[in-house]
């Protein structure tokens, strides 16, 4: 099964900092047909994940642009660029390349400095 | 809007069986694969199972392989997960999200396994 592994578990930040989080495979996510099944998610305290980025760089509808996908193979970052309040929360990395069985990073928390 | 809603958890002794439901709305139920996906207490998520649209392709865990069952009712907007032999490491808050790319979550339903 791929592991993906997300750096840091834990960032801490000001509002208006930019922040950003790693995630990294243990194989490349490039599809044999081209795409490449890396997500990210934001689950908000007692919230459910909800979907901020696909394909590595494409924002889902209605998320705020300040947020940014980028990587290639096995290494990809979620920024964010200034950070907001409502920013808060878990972030996890998911792939769908490999699948079944889909697998999830360990989570970064985004929390107030 | 795109709505998702389990329902069916609860206490339940392990080696015991549960069945959860999933009632989606706002968008054609009968288009998309669905999955269950769980979250253990202060834990991260795991994903449980996945059926496509028309119940062709299924998929599950290892670790819920050959105990849980998931199905789906397309009549009823309805996605299934039949969980038996339950054991205390299946306490979770388990959530139906639609396709594999997980693009929408219900809110959750708590499954506790305890004696």
């Known amino acids: 099964d791929v592991v993906l592994t997300q750096t840091p578990p834990t960032s801490s930040a000001t509002i208006g900092q930019s922040v950003s989080i790693s995630c990294r495979s243990s194989?490349?996510?490039?599809?044999?047909?081209?795409?490449?099944?890396l997500h990210w998610l934001l689950q908000r305290p007692g919230q459910s994940p909800q979907l901020l980025i696909y394909?590595?760089?494409r924002l889902e509808s209605g998320v705020p642009n300040r947020f940014s996908g980028s990587g290639s193979g096995t290494d990809f970052t979620l920024k964010i660029s200034g950070v907001e309040a409502e920013d808060l929360g878990v972030y996890y990395c998911?792939?769908?390349?490999?699948?079944?069985?889909?697998?999830f990073g360990g989570g970064t928390k985004l929390e107030l400095k | 809007e795109v709505q998702l809603v389990e329902s069916g958890g609860g206490l339940v002794q392990p080696g015991r069986s549960l069945k959860l439901s999933c009632v989606a709305s706002?968008?054609?139920?009968?288009?998309?694969?669905m999955n269950w996906i769980r979250q253990a207490p202060g834990k991260g998520l795991e994903w449980v199972a996945y059926?496509?649209?028309?119940?062709?392709?299924?998929y599950y865990a290892e670790t819920v392989k050959g105990r849980f069952t998931i199905s789906r009712d397309n009549a009823k907007n309805t996605l299934y997960l039949q969980m038996t032999s339950l054991r205390s490491e299946d306490t979770a808050l388990y959530y139906c999200?639609?396709?594999?790319?997980?693009?929408?979550w219900g809110q959750g339903v708590m499954v506790t396994v305890s004696s």
């Open positions: 999200a639609r396709r594999q790319l997980v693009d929408y």
């Open positions: 706002g968008f054609t139920f009968s288009n998309y694969g």
């Open positions: 059926i496509s649209s028309g119940s062709s392709y299924i």
């Open positions: 194989q490349s996510l490039l599809h044999s047909n081209g795409n490449t099944y």
């Open positions: 394909l590595v760089s």
């Open positions: 998911v792939q769908g390349t490999h699948a079944p069985p889909w697998t």
